[in-house]
């Protein structure tokens, strides 16, 4: 009897490790937009460095307004 008990808590440990392997891990996320390198640009009239997608292109470079762009563009 004593032996069929401690094969029967051998066999519980063993299901509950298989089922704990089974378990998916949690997904990795993919790289998100923050981990990728991102291009800054200088604004042409403070020097802010602000991200390509967001700057404003003009005729004398990039700029981090609307507003610095018509300031240096005589818009």
């Known amino acids: ?4 008990f401690i094969l ?3 066999l519980i440990g063993l299901w509950f490790w298989k ?3 089974k378990k998916p ?3 990795s996320t993919p790289a998100k937009k923050q981990d990728a390198h991102v291009i800054m640009l200088k604004c042409a009239v ?3 460095h602000v991200p390509d997608t967001d ?3 003009g005729q004398r470079g ?3 307004s609307a ?3 018509r300031q240096a563009e005589g818009l």
């Open 1 to 4: 009897m004593k032996f069929f």
């Open 67 to 69: 507003e610095h762009r």
């Open 25 to 27: 891990s949690k997904p």
């Open 62 to 64: 990039a700029y981090c």
């Open 8 to 10: 029967l808590v051998v």
């Open 46 to 48: 403070c020097g802010v």
């Open 55 to 57: 700057a404003l292109a």
């Open 19 to 21: 089922q704990r392997q």
